[in-house]
């Protein structure tokens, strides 16, 4: 293949995995303090339609894209405070409660943007960095991309030094592993879950602007398409590791952009069967990952979905 | 209706529980008309059109009316419809019904409760659609994109491949590398009948052109059109097209500096530099014509098929960047097609591997073309089978 | 900020009988005022939207029968997830499983189209199950093998299964004489299932379904595999010690919960439905999860709780019909309740207290009964 074509594959590789990663990153957070939300579409969707009314009414660029940037990562959040009150103060069923919320959040985003579609933005332009952006190559796929594919890899390096090197990071391991002995020890537990899930809330309203104001800006009603379900597939698949989450997200965008390549050189397999093609890579290497059954057992959050009572 | 035996004990059974909920509902709130509803009848529902009841028309969409497309297509023409015969008719619409056993209950209970001519909208409900009108034989059912009908079920559909063929002709005028993309959702007859409409069209003004196809196995997922869009950015297509819902490739396009065409609406909004023109459906007039019928009482079961010549179908306005001897060309060809002088698939017409499918000097039959499975040479890809 | 008083939810030394009936009440009460409210809001008469949505769906013999043909494949598929649920293996993939029961059962009627034989359907029905089952062992291999997630794994093979049914429907199952549209041709009535009541759709499957719930319910109190199930869900090291072993049993789970769903599944395109289509299944393998979690992974629980989501999808369409109201605000709706359902039941191992907060009652200690728990933010 021309270097331009594989440079160019690469480019919309990191782009497709942008929104995966910016999920995966908040429910990595959140599910290593024990907590497994499911309500991602729903998170999803809310932050694509609020930043999308933000941008549309203080203009798509400065301080307008920057407001509606915060107000969709708002509105993750109180998506995510209300699966936060039901499963971690009222100690309802996670798995259930998320699916709820993604019910919830498809009505409310499709109700609050009803006057909204059809509208078209401009949306945030890439930024191409100085010098960088000229490099051969290199230039194209890493330097010329838009600023949330930077605060994302920004994010994650950070979340990786969280989970590494500071105190805070140990407690909220500590409280996804063992609830029980984290309180023995004197660890506000509930208040580190809350405030996982609100974290997992903002970045995942982030990962739904991204889609609104970013890869296609405009609202229409349900444009996150399952993109949710396989962000939460990334994170079992990073083993709960930050750098493997950022690995599988690219994995999985180039998996999603070659069964397209694929296509335009007239290889002669039904589409359908080409769209299982990530899937099937991801059990695969998941399947190559856990094999290893003492390593693995060591990555899941102990107490992972299972509901915290201080003292029962 | 397929005959089906049947077991006495289970009515028996249901009645039961039908009665408890009577009794029930009888205890709660009577200040809710259930009238029309309970009307078990149908002849009764139909009844009220000769009086001074305005005609209740239903609406059954594949997808949200949000949806920026194919469904927000047919909203706009119900409104359409409204707003032209206003206080005589009442229309209902129930949104996102999937395809499967759900669309029977919901085409069933718009019979059931008065509607009198009722349009569903997506091919998956052509089987459903027949058996409720079984149920409901003086119910007008009108269903879009089928091949099925019966006494009281006609269906319509627009030539939106003539919309393809003169777009093409844009396309094939407009490009620099001869290469054209093509995001297609799924291998039915009619998006296989939209690229080799759109192909025979870039061709007819540019022999060299190839086209690009890629399938992206769904409808409607913006994300994924436009990545689809620029994988064919990537291997040299500068116009592209879409037979998909939502303008995520004209986005793609304007992004990256090429061209689009446009399809289901205008989405000039979408794409201000790089949108050309598109094909628009425009049913508003006909949802009209067919309500009026029924008001009349002289509506008769047909295959609509209209085109441009009945203005169910036309092209967006222009970009500048079409320059006007482009447009003239165009237009001139619309006009032929009006005039039935000029027919897209005329023959004669090969296949990718050569075969004669179409005999010089002759057109396709509505038939052939309704069953389209195959693409003509210049296509980039292999048609799924 | 710490209130003076505080509504403290405190926890039951056990599980309050009466509160297990009390608290889906309480959660329908609490429904009803804010729905009041959002319709008012919306400029709505409540009390009749109320109605329209809960009540006239069922005003008649074929209201009901349609709710039963709708819980239906929920209903299976919940069912099996509850086992699967009780023995803490996290099937996420009844939809795939569901799908390649359709898939597969109409291959096999398809294929026996032209024969007249009393056990083609029976054998339809089998191969569906059976398929179901064939999707779900993948999952148990992969998870008793390589000890590979489940969740992750099912949820991947929905995807999977969903794209081979296109694949197939698009492809070899199409219906010849059908203008190359993506549909098999309708199955012949010796392939179909009977109807139950003449003019509904009332089909055998409903019985299959109700027959399940009762076998379910057999299975998991009546039963020594029951018993292990649940030993095994309560915690795996205690399994090991009484010497069951767990790999068995996840396999027994995974298996039987695909049978149903793939049962589920060639019920849909055999009864309602009739011929193999793109869509068989609008979500019914998710919805089944909610539906498996409130009814509290109980069979009758179950039963409930699949006629409480059939009528919520059937009086949502019925809103959008009488009052013209959007599906955004059925979801809405939707969500509402089932956030109340599912929050309520706290009430059944806690009760509520108001208390006089004393100074650093936020910071409990380890393990003892009557520690307290604040609501709102820790």
Redesign the interface.
């Known amino acids: 293949m021309d270097p331009d ?1 594989i440079a ?2 690469l480019y ?1 590789t990191i782009r ?1 995995g942008t ?1 995966l990663l910016l999920v995966a990153l908040g429910e990595l957070v959140c599910e290593k303090s024990g907590v497994l939300n499911l309500g991602q579409e ?1 998170m999803m969707l809310m932050g694509a339609v609020a930043g999308f009314i933000a941008a549309y009414h203080l203009g798509d660029s400065g301080i307008g894209i920057v407001s509606a940037l915060v107000l969709a990562m708002a509105a993750g959040a109180l998506m995510s405070l ?1 699966f936060a ?2 499963t ?6 996670q ?3 998320g ?3 993604t ?6 985003s ?2 609050v ?2 006057g909204y ?4 933005l401009n949306g945030i332009q890439p930024w191409e960095l100085p010098l960088l952006s000229d490099l051969p190559l290199l230039g194209k796929v890493l330097f010329s991309h838009d600023p949330l594919v930077y605060f994302s890899l920004a994010m994650a390096a950070l979340l990786a030094w969280f989970f590494r090197s500071t105190r805070a990071g140990l407690i909220v391991k500590a409280v996804g592993e063992s609830p ?1 002995s984290a ?2 020890l ?1 660890l ?1 537990v ?2 580190v879950r ?1 405030l996982a899930v609100l974290f997992g809330g903002a970045m995942t309203g982030l990962a739904g602007a991204y ?1 609104s104001l970013v ?9 996150s ?3 949710g ?1 396989i962000a ?2 990334l994170v ?2 990073a083993s709960w590791r930050v750098g493997r989450a950022v690995l599988g997200a690219y994995l999985f965008g180039l998996m ?2 070659m069964h ?2 694929l ?2 050189f ?1 290889i ?1 397999i ?4 080409l ?2 093609l990530p ?2 890579v ?2 695969a290497v ?2 190559l990952l ?2 290893n ?1 003492a390593r ?2 060591l990555f ?1 959050p102990l107490s992972l ?1 299972k509901p915290f ?4 | 209706m397929h005959a089906k035996r049947t077991f006495p004990i289970a009515r028996l059974a249901l009645a039961g529980l039908a009665l408890t909920t009577a009794f029930l509902s009888g205890c709660s709130k009577p200040e809710v008309d259930t009238a029309e509803v309970k009307t078990e009848s149908p002849q009764e529902s139909v009844a009220s059109v000769t009086g001074q009841e305005p005609l209740k028309v239903g609406f059954v969409y594949v ?6 497309g194919w469904t ?1 297509s047919h909203d706009k023409a119900r409104q359409f419809m409204q707003a032209e015969l206003g206080d005589k008719v009442k229309t209902t619409y129930v949104e996102s019904v999937a395809e499967g056993a759900d669309s029977e209950r919901v085409i069933n209970q718009l019979a059931k409760s008065g509607h009198q001519l009722i349009f569903t909208t997506s091919f998956g409900y052509m089987n459903p659609t027949l058996k409720v009108a079984k149920r409901y034989p003086d119910v007008k059912f009108e269903h879009s994109t089928g091949y099925k009908r019966a006494d009281n079920v006609g269906t319509y559909f627009d030539r939106a491949y003539e919309g393809r063929y003169l777009t093409g002709m844009v396309a094939g005028l407009m490009t620099k590398n001869d290469t054209l993309g093509y995001v297609a959702s799924f291998p039915i007859p009619e998006v296989v009948r939209g690229i080799n409409a759109f192909t025979l069209g870039a061709q007819a003004v540019n022999p060299d052109v190839k086209v ?7 409808w ?9 869009a ?3 950015i ?2 040299g297509a500068d116009v592209l097209t879409q037979h998909t819902d ?3 490739v004209i ?1 793609a396009a304007e992004a990256q500096g090429v061209y689009a065409i446009g399809y289901h609406s205008d989405m000039s ?2 794409g201000k530099t790089a949108h050309l023109t598109a094909t628009v459906h425009n049913w508003g007039p006909l949802y009209t014509r067919k309500a009026q019928a029924v008001l009349d009482g002289d509506w008769e079961s047909e295959a609509f098929w209209g085109g441009f010549a009945d203005e169910t179908l036309s092209l967006a306005p222009f970009n500048d960047a079409v320059p006007e001897d482009v447009r003239s060309r165009v237009e001139a060809a619309k006009a032929a097609l009006i005039a039935g002088e000029l027919h897209p698939f005329h023959g004669p017409l090969n296949d990718r591997s050569g075969v004669e499918k179409l005999a010089a000097g002759s057109n396709l039959s509505d038939e052939d073309m309704l069953g389209m499975n195959w693409f003509v040479a210049g296509i ?3 048609l ?1 089978q | 900020m710490k209130l003076p008083l505080n509504i403290r ?1 405190e ?1 039951r030394g056990e599980r309050s009988r009466v509160m297990v009936w009390l608290s889906p009440a309480i959660a329908g009460l609490a429904t009803l005022v804010c729905g009041s409210l959002l319709f008012a809001a919306l400029g709505k008469d409540p009390l009749q939207t109320l109605y329209t949505f809960f009540v006239l769906p069922l005003s008649d013999l074929h209201g009901w029968s349609e709710l039963a043909v709708k819980c239906t494949p929920i209903l299976l598929c919940a069912v099996g997830l509850a086992i699967c649920f009780r023995a803490k293996v ?1 099937n996420i993939g009844a939809e795939g499983q569901l799908l390649l029961g359709a898939l597969v059962g109409s291959w096999l009627a398809l294929s026996l189209q032209e024969s007249d034989q009393w056990w083609n359907l029976p054998l339809v029905l089998l191969a569906g199950a059976g398929a179901g089952a064939a999707w779900a062992a993948i999952p148990a291999l ?1 998870k008793t093998r ?4 489940e ?3 099912t ?3 929905n ?2 299964g969903l ?2 049914l ?2 197939a429907v ?2 070899p199952l199409k219906d010849p004489a059908g203008f190359n549209f993506p549909e098999s041709a309708l199955f012949n009535d010796g392939l179909l299932l009977p109807v139950l009541a003449e003019g509904t759709r009332l089909h055998l499957g409903a019985v299959f379904a109700l027959l399940a719930v009762v076998a379910t319910w057999v299975l998991l109190t009546r039963t020594f595999v029951g018993f292990q199930i649940r030993v095994l869900g309560e915690d795996v090291r205690s399994a090991h010690f009484a010497g069951f072993r767990a790999a068995k049993l996840v396999w027994l789970v995974l298996l039987l919960c695909g049978a149903l769903a793939g049962l589920a599944g060639v019920v849909e395109v055999t009864g309602p439905i009739g011929q193999l289509v793109p869509q068989v299944s609008p979500g019914y393998g ?1 919805a089944a ?2 539906v ?3 009814g509290r992974l109980h069979p009758l629980g179950i039963l409930f709780a699949s006629l409480l989501m059939g009528l919520l999808y059937l009086g949502g369409e019925m809103v959008q019909i009488e009052l013209g109201l ?11 309740l ?2 109340f359902l ?2 309520s ?2 009430l059944i ?2 009760r509520l207290r108001i208390v006089r907060a004393a100074p650093g009652a936020t ?9 307290n ?6």
């Open positions: 074509l160019n594959i919309a497709t929104p729903g209300l009150f039901i971690l103060s009222l100690n309802a069923n798995v259930a409660s699916l709820a919320l019910i919830f959040g498809l009505g409310l499709s109700f943007g009803l579609v059809g509208i078209a029980e309180q023995a004197g506000p509930l208040r809350y889609l890869y296609t800006p405009l609202w229409a009603d349900h444009m398409a399952g993109r379900w939460l597939a079992v698949f999603s952009i397209l390549v296509q335009g007239e002669a039904s589409p359908n069967l769209a299982t899937y099937l991801t059990i998941l399947v856990s094999s059954q693995s057992k899941a979905g009572q201080p003292g029962h | 997808g949200p009316t949000g949806d920026a927000y690009k196809v890629v399938w992206v196995s769904t409607y997922d913006p994300g994924k059109e436009r990545e689809a620029e994988t064919m990537l291997q939502s303008p995520g986005n909004e979408y980039e890809g292999e799924p | 939810l926890a996290w992969l390589c000890n590979t997630n969740i992750l794994t949820i991947m093979l995807y999977i794209n081979l296109q694949y698009h492809g998710y999860i909610i498996a979690f409130l959007p599906l955004a605000i059925t979801g809405l709706f939707q969500g509402m089932l956030f599912l929050a039941d706290v191992s806690h910071t409990a200690t380890v393990v003892s009964r009557t520690e728990l604040p609501i709102g933010v820790p």
